[in-house]
């Protein structure tokens, strides 16, 4: 049987590029090679395409070097790539893609609409799904229909940070300090940042600001940080429930890659009823976004019980990643879970 193209692409314009590199490197590692032929393709911070040789490249960054350039066809009729070098163009036809790429650029709709108009079968949320949760704003909104508990939050435009005063009279008439102030659409907690204060308030808004037009403000949820994976394998199921032990005062992007004292525990104590809760709740808002293949739901769990916070279309697949940890949980290791992923991706419809 003739191997099926899958062309693997990795790193991109978003503040998680380096996450993404180790996303991929483990995600490669697990692909049936007996399969499928493999083409990687990393894309730099500064939007370069390059075709990349093995897996030993990514892990050095040597990749960013490569004097190969991707040109990705938009074409429906030619289904391909083109690579490009100082003395030849050679066509790869393509049939499947699998999107390693965190944040913007990646996990947001835009690259999912290329594949859309390529008809190029893809691993992972749709357009839709992907382009509302990124937006945490926007996935808030829809969540709101569901009667499922969240923090209050206000919603805020770069554009409206120049009448400071009545931001900040928005925020401290709907929310009590202290509160949390996020980009909306950027990733792994990059520009969040907490406020006790007014002050603080305005430092983290223009702060903000610096990672993407909209900004969340939301009150503090005072309890444990808890997530759930989402698979759809023809049926959509939930994992078990993981928790986050941050080692600093909440999860950021320090905290989450580079401290070696955050920790994740895949069997926590939480009643059977809460875990369940909690499971549903993931099904109901991933099947509320239209979202495919997979997800990360995050959640909190205080005194009065579980409260969204956020969702993830393209969670992290590195060796502290919570995705596939609770899979491997249930039974199911990165090889067949990434399989699975694969498969959907061949065989689903867009509907």
Request: with cysteine.
């Amino acid at each position: 049987m003739e191997k099926q193209v899958l062309v693997v692409i990795f790193g991109g314009q978003s503040s998680e590029h380096e996450i993404s590199c180790m996303s991929a490197t483990n995600i490669i590692k697990c692909i049936n090679k007996e399969k499928y032929h493999l083409v990687l393709v990393g894309i730099t911070e500064e939007g370069s395409w390059k075709k990349v040789n093995k897996v030993e490249d990514i892990q050095s960054g040597q990749w960013r070097h490569s004097k190969e350039e991707v040109i990705f066809s938009p074409d429906a009729t030619k289904k391909c790539i083109y690579v490009k070098n100082s003395e030849t163009i050679e066509e790869i036809k393509i049939d499947i893609a699998f999107p390693i790429l965190h944040g913007v650029y990646g996990e947001d709709g835009t690259i999912q609409g290329l594949f859309e108009m390529a008809k190029i079968p893809y691993v992972g949320c749709g357009v839709l799904a992907s382009a509302v949760s990124m937006d945490k704003l926007y996935t808030k909104i829809i969540v709101d229909t569901l009667n499922i508990r969240q923090a209050k939050y206000v919603g805020i435009t770069r554009r409206q940070l120049k009448d400071m005063d009545k931001v900040i009279e928005k925020v401290e008439s709907t929310i009590q300090y202290p509160v949390f102030i996020k980009p909306s659409c950027a990733g792994s907690s990059k520009g969040v940042s907490k406020a006790e204060n007014r002050e603080q308030l305005i430092k983290g808004l223009e702060e903000a600001a610096k990672h993407d037009s909209k900004i969340l403000v939301e009150e503090t949820i005072v309890g444990r940080e808890v997530e759930c994976a989402v698979l759809d394998d023809g049926e959509t199921k939930a994992s078990g429930v993981g928790e986050v032990l941050s080692a600093a005062e909440f999860y950021d992007f320090e905290a989450k890659y580079y401290n070696s004292e955050s920790k994740t525990d895949v069997n926590p104590d939480i009643p059977e009823e809460i875990k369940e809760q909690i499971r549903k709740n993931a099904i109901d808002i991933f099947h509320a976004v239209d979202g495919k293949g997979l997800a990360r739901v995050d959640f909190f769990l205080d005194k009065d019980g579980v409260v969204f916070n956020e969702l993830n279309t393209l969670p992290g697949f590195t060796a502290i990643s919570m995705y596939p940890m609770l899979w491997e949980k249930q039974g199911i290791d990165k090889h067949k879970l990434i399989q699975t992923l694969i498969d959907n991706a061949s065989t689903r419809e867009n509907d």
